[in-house]
């Protein structure tokens, strides 16, 4: 059986790289619509952030809007993979467990 990611597997961080992933491989989101979409407060959203870009699963890019800094997020080409062997796993494991 393969062993699921425990850097994806944490309920926070699977919903930031489910909703990353469906985005186009060129595509990236502001940090603030990420947080709308997925509900959750600054400090909790970079904190996962973190852990997925220490793994090489997310990107992220600074740049200004005039005066106002903003952040761009993306999952990296190893996070889009990662995520990809993560589902297969999940999947094999609940195919597993209605045999």
């Given at each position: ?13 699977l ?5 990353l ?6 595509d990236?989101i502001?940090?603030p619509?990420?947080q ?6 600054a400090?909790?959203?970079s ?13 992220q890019?600074k ?13 990296t ?20 467990a209605g045999a």
């Amino acid at each position: 059986m393969t062993e699921l990611d425990a850097v994806i597997h944490a309920p926070a961080r699977l919903r930031v790289v489910a909703t990353l992933a469906t985005l186009g491989a060129d595509d990236e989101i502001t940090f603030p619509r990420l947080q709308q979409l997925l509900d959750m407060t600054a400090g909790n959203l970079s904190t996962h952030l973190r852990k997925l870009e220490d793994a090489g699963y997310v990107r992220q890019s600074k740049t200004h809007a005039g005066r106002k800094p903003v952040t761009y997020l993306a999952l990296t080409p190893q996070g889009r993979r990662a995520f990809e062997d993560y589902t297969q796993a999940l999947t094999g494991l609940l195919k597993g467990a209605g045999a």
